[in-house]
């Protein structure tokens, strides 16, 4: 589950975010779960409420969640709740090394709720979460 600003890859800053767009992110991630024999879909929006529904319908969807939700990392008390109620294995990535950058960054109200969390790998983080999520299942 990509949140708000990842539909826009490609257009924020190289340095921190890499030069992929979504759709070749989702690619190379589609990639990564072929290796690992695991299926994945793929979901984005840049609407907190809509992401909200989308955890809520999680429980018929999927049997884990790898979760980028972008600024709402760091403040969105909603989708923790949300994410708490799916219930399901969760892992947290983010492209860009979020412990490095500003102060309000470091915070993550999702991370209590994670297997693991997987930042500033660019996209071998995706790959890393899937192969956590595949441990979490064997």
């Known amino acids: 589950m990509h949140g708000v600003n990842l539909d826009v890859l490609g257009r924020r800053p190289?340095?921190?975010?890499?030069?992929?767009?979504?759709?070749?992110?989702?690619?190379?991630?589609?990639?990564?779960?072929?290796?690992?024999?695991?299926?994945?879909?793929?979901?984005?929006?840049?609407?907190?409420?809509?992401?909200?529904?989308?955890?809520?319908r999680l429980d018929d969807l999927a049997d884990g969640v790898v979760i980028n939700p972008g600024a709402w990392t760091h403040y969105s008390w909603a989708i923790h709740d949300a994410l708490e109620l799916a219930g399901l294995p969760t892992v947290?990535?983010?492209?860009?090394?979020?412990?490095?950058?500003e102060e309000w960054r470091r915070n993550s109200v999702v991370a209590d709720l994670c297997l693991a969390t997987f930042s500033g790998q660019g996209p071998d983080g995706y790959r890393e979460a899937l192969a956590r999520l595949k441990e979490e299942f064997s």
Do not use: P
Request: no cysteine; net charge negative; charged share 25%.
């Open 92 to 101: 947290e990535v983010h492209l860009s090394d979020v412990g490095a950058r």
């Open 14 to 56: 190289a340095a921190h975010y890499g030069t992929l767009t979504l759709d070749q992110l989702e690619m190379r991630i589609g990639e990564f779960a072929r290796e690992l024999g695991v299926e994945v879909r793929f979901f984005q929006t840049n609407h907190e409420g809509e992401f909200v529904e989308h955890l809520h």
